[in-house]
């Protein structure tokens, strides 16, 4: 599990692609590596991965078809910026909300604007998702923890802090880029059971 705080912005060194349609990434970060155990989940952009490798300042995640297909990991090149955050441990802070790095599916940029000292961010949910997007209500954008502003209809609006955007890859974002989005796990249930009646 995970809370949305992204703890450090590492960068993808190396992509191997493999004889299928799985890749290997080896990811550049300012982890201490020595507290990092093989097998360990760290989240990517949201997207929680395996530790199956790792070096003085990298580690190696190997991402499936089904992940490179379902999330953005599959546009990722040698330079890209990611949105690091190691798994939850019993008794740390939940600073944002319970993420499961289990992502649902990619959201668009639609437009970026200055609002006060925050930049305004305008998304647009795949449509199956839309339901689940509710004013003040939480939703991980490549695993940032955000809360919404306002719903209208499949868009949907967050500010985004100057300190959320120096230490994430917010501040790279331009419009039309795509984030991998999970929502709220909260809400996911509710929607459930209110099938069931």
């Given at each position: 599990m995970f809370t949305g705080i992204v703890t450090d912005l590492g960068e993808v060194r190396r992509v191997v692609r493999g004889q299928g349609q799985d890749a290997r990434f080896e990811i550049a970060?300012?982890?201490?590596?020595?507290?990092?155990d093989i097998g360990a989940s760290i989240a990517h952009n949201g997207v929680c991965l395996t530790v199956i490798e790792t070096g003085p300042d990298w580690y190696v995640i190997q991402a499936s078809d089904e992940t490179l297909s379902k999330t953005t990991l599959g546009d990722w090149q040698e330079g890209t910026r990611v949105n690091l955050e190691r798994a939850c441990k019993v008794g740390d802070e939940?600073?944002?909300?319970?993420?499961?790095?289990?992502?649902?599916?990619?959201a668009r940029?639609?437009?970026?604007?200055?609002?006060?000292?925050?930049?305004?961010?305008?998304?647009?949910?795949p449509v199956a998702l839309a339901k689940f997007v509710a004013p003040k209500g939480s939703v991980a954008l490549d695993g940032v923890s955000l809360t919404v502003n306002e719903v209208d209809g499949r868009h949907f609006g967050i500010n985004v802090i100057p300190h959320?955007?120096?230490?994430?890859?917010f501040g790279r974002l331009r419009e039309g880029d795509c984030v991998n989005m999970e929502i709220d796990m909260l809400a996911r249930y509710v929607a459930r059971l209110l099938e069931r009646d």
């Open positions: 970060t300012s982890y201490d590596l020595s507290t990092v939940l600073g944002g909300h319970i993420v499961s790095g289990h992502v649902d599916g990619v940029v639609v437009s970026i604007r200055p609002e006060n000292e925050s930049m305004r961010f305008t998304f647009e949910a959320t955007q120096a230490v994430t890859t």
